[in-house]
Nanobody, 120 residues
Framework: QVQLVESGGGLVQAGGSLGLSCAASGRTFSSYSMGWFRQAPGKEREFLAAITRSGAGTYYADSVKGRFTISRDNAKNTVYLQMNSLKLEDTAVYYC?????????????WGQGTQVTVSS
């Protein structure tokens, strides 16, 4: 089992940048593919990005490709999401997620979420 805790959310102006972190408990972090999702009010949870267990492979939704970057540090049990060129529509609660083994977009564990608000 793994527990995930996101941090780094907050208020940012449109066009700005923000970095999120997700710290995982346990000693088997490198066994999990990691991903980021978000959910805006009244909308379904949306996949954003994922990274393989080694960090060698990454995947992005079209809506964030070129603006967001996912990375991980297995020594620190942490996955990151760097968000640049933020838009008003990026406002949402952001969640990190862990999936045992290969990423299939069906996480086994979720963090509690962190709010990101983009203002004009």
């Amino acid at each position: 089992q793994v527990q995930l805790v996101e941090s780094g959310g907050g208020l940012v102006q449109a066009g700005g940048s923000l970095g999120l972190s997700c710290a995982a408990s346990g000693r088997t972090f490198s066994s999990y593919s990691m991903g980021w999702f978000r959910q805006a009010p009244g909308k379904e949870r949306e996949f954003l990005a994922a990274i393989t267990r080694s960090g060698a492979g990454t995947y992005y939704a079209d809506s964030v490709k070129g603006r967001f970057t996912i990375s991980r540090d297995n020594a620190k049990n942490t996955v990151y999401l760097q968000m640049n060129s933020l838009k008003l529509e990026d406002t949402a609660v952001y969640y990190c997620a862990a999936e045992t083994g290969t990423w299939t977009r069906r996480p086994d564990y979720w963090g509690q979420g962190t709010q990101v608000t983009v203002s004009s």
